[in-house]
């Protein structure tokens, strides 16, 4: 045990002694200045009277002849009907929720907009455009939609739940009420629902199709459906203790199967990332090797069981924002080297994921780490630095082209194209 | 008259109403500002930047119940985003002769605090600003992340190196080596 959790509950009493004074002398100033603005009328706020979806496409239509637009529905409803009994007698193929795929396209965001990018020919195409600021968009487990956030880049805090598919059509909000832009959220396996944490740390139902979302679970921290079939989601508690806990998809039968004990806490590392293994037997997660100052990965079983250190590694390490291999055999993630006191940045790692030395991969990213992912079939890592996914969410965030690195030889080569999101690659049938 | 209120009156553009909200928090977002951009004047100035902000745009808020931390968020961006755009060393905060601490040994209390100082300078905006947040604010880790448009596990590793280093630099835990700022250099 160290005297670190002691030092943590201390610090926000010191940091007052040290900071917090009585009201500051420039108030009146300040609020002589605020009086001089003048306040946006509310119906400036373009999201406050009419749907986010509509507000981004207002345009002038040009009337058509009543006769030519009937003609043409009816066109189109033939058309319609036409593809949808080829589809029902042709039923596309959709990958398992889970474990490798064939790779599809990456989604990013990049300047406000949604962009899917073949990684191979490098040609892309817009999913979104428009004036509104859309953010972290986040393919769904069968590749066929994406969901995103978007703002009216005015308002930095509002915004809106949307979910649209690949081909940019079928775009709608399916939030109610604002959420915001650091709120983290996944899809269900079946592509039905969306879960999304809210920083009041409810974990909130948000459906697909349309209906009112739902409350599942309060002051709880959300992290992933097990697989194979995604009917449990780990939970972490927020409040009463670092403990992670197994509940059904609707918060009901919440079971703790694993806590951090009091002594051996420390805060900003416990549980910074958790993730289950593609298979759902295991999981990976974060917490401090007792009597050290690092922040390591472990795994332990789906119970709660055999919790174990997954590195061998002796230097001063934190290890952060890991993923699994598609496969499950390896684990890829950031760390940060402390052995000599200076917190370097090291490349990418891998590890088997029975555990081992870890093996770099790629260039060393920016102080601040990289933003990956693997790719469905588990060859490659798209990489982009951290920086990019920085405030403010604006048309003037730092973008960077990403690195393609080949896990195998490590060979990494920069895209054409560059994003400010994290990439979200799309998954199809093998 | 509750904060609820007092945000409804204060969308409908009644300054007073604004006013106090702004008495209840100024004093701790004041003591933020300095905290993360380590100058006095500059930490008026994004105080100021964001609760001008705060009033502009208060009739869009949609939520009154998420006033406070939308009120937090505005002037922690903003004091980050007046870093950003100075790209220069700062001139650095001094401390307050006005809050001394009470405690019976002040010469031992004042070498905390000139240690605090010193340890909090030598870390990154980026992470100055997750401490403000969270140990002076008290916003929990996912607020902070919301707040800084980050994730979570980003957000929860900045605090991680923050703590690291106060720790050693404030000298409750000797080390032989001490640790050097981590995440890089000062915007």
């Given amino acids: 045990m160290t005297s670190q959790p002691r030092f943590e509950r201390n610090l926000p009493a010191l940091l007052e002694d040290v900071y917090l004074g009585s009201t500051p002398s420039y108030r009146h100033d300040l609020l002589a200045a605020t009086g001089r603005t003048r306040q946006r009328p509310a119906w400036s706020f373009p999201e406050r009277w009419l749907p986010v979806d509509i507000t981004n496409r207002l345009a002038f239509a040009p009337r058509l002849p009543t006769r030519a637009l009937a003609i043409a529905l009816l066109i189109l409803a033939l058309v319609v009907a036409g593809a949808i009994a080829y589809i029902g007698s042709h039923p596309a193929r959709l990958p398992a929720p889970f474990g490798p795929a064939r790779n599809g396209v990456l989604v990013y965001a990049v300047d406000g907009d949604i962009y899917s990018v073949d990684p191979v020919s490098g040609s892309s195409h817009a999913i979104t455009s428009g004036a509104a600021i859309d953010r972290k968009p986040t393919v769904s487990s069968d590749g066929t939609r994406v969901a995103f956030l978007r703002g009216d880049g005015i308002t930095g805090d509002a915004f809106d739940l949307m979910i649209a598919n690949l081909d940019g059509t079928d775009i709608r909000a399916i939030s109610t009420a604002t959420i915001s832009d650091g709120d983290p959220f996944a899809w269900s396996p079946d592509g039905t629902f969306i879960l999304l944490n809210n920083v009041q740390g409810d974990l909130v ?76 037997t295991r999981i990976a997660f974060n917490r401090r090797p007792i009597g050290t100052d690092q922040c390591r990965i472990f795994v332990m079983n789906a ?67 990289a933003v990956f992912e693997w790719s469905p079939d588990g060859a490659s890592i798209v990489s982009a630095p951290g920086t990019v996914i920085q405030w403010p969410p604006s048309t003037a965030m730092p ?32 | 008259m509750d904060q609820r209120a007092l945000v409804e009156r204060a969308r409908q553009g009644d300054h007073e109403a604004f006013a106090a909200l702004v008495d209840a928090s ?109 140990y002076l604010l008290g916003m929990p880790l996912h607020e902070v992340a919301a707040s800084l448009r980050i994730p979570i596990g980003t957000a929860k590793s900045r605090l991680h190196y923050a703590i690291s280093a106060l720790r050693v630099n404030v000298d409750v835990e000797p080390s032989p080596t001490p640790l050097q700022v981590p995440g890089g250099t000062v915007a």
Avoid at chain 1, 316 to 338: H, K, V, Y
Avoid at chain 2, 64 to 69: G, N, Q, T, V
Avoid at chain 2, 72 to 82: F, G, I, K, P, Q
Avoid at chain 2, 100 to 113: E, G, K, T, V
């Fill in chain 1, 205 to 280: 139902r948000y459906n697909a199709n349309g209906d009112a979302p739902v409350v599942v679970l309060r002051q709880t921290y959300m992290h992933g459906f097990q697989p194979p079939t995604g009917q449990k989601v780990l939970y972490e508690t927020i409040t009463g203790g670092r403990t992670l806990g197994l509940m059904n998809a609707d918060g009901t039968a919440a079971t703790p199967i694993y806590t951090i004990p009091p002594a051996e806490t420390k805060d900003g590392c416990d549980y910074g990332t958790v993730a289950w293994s593609p298979d759902g």
């Fill in chain 1, 303 to 369: 119970d709660g069981t055999r919790a174990h250190q997954l590195t061998t590694d002796t230097h001063q390490l934190t290890e952060t924002d890991f993923r699994w291999s598609p496969d499950g055999t390896m684990i890829a993630f950031d760390r940060w080297d402390n052995t000599v006191g200076a917190w370097q940045i090291q490349p990418i790692g891998v590890v088997q994921s029975t555990g081992g030395a870890t093996r770099s991969l790629g260039p060393t990213p920016v102080s601040d780490g």
């Fill in chain 1, 399 to 430: 973008s960077a082209r990403p690195m393609i690195i080949d896990v195998a030889t490590g060979a990494a080569h920069e895209a054409t194209w560059s994003v400010n999101s994290w990439p979200s690659w799309q998954r199809l049938a093998p």
């Fill in chain 2, 26 to 134: 100024l004093a701790r977002l004041d003591a933020a500002a300095r905290l993360i951009v380590r100058d006095p004047e500059l930490a008026r100035d994004a105080v100021q930047d964001g609760l001008i902000r705060a009033w502009r745009d208060l009739p869009g808020l949609r939520d009154p119940e998420r006033f406070d931390a939308w009120l937090r968020r505005l002037v922690v961006n903003s004091c980050l985003d007046l870093l950003r755009r100075r790209r220069r060393r700062v001139r650095e905060v001094e401390l307050s002769p006005l809050h001394i601490p009470s405690a019976p040994d002040q010469s031992s209390a004042l070498a905390d605090r000139e240690e605090i100082d010193q340890a909090l300078r030598r870390l990154d905006p980026n992470h100055r600003a997750v401490v403000a947040l969270h």
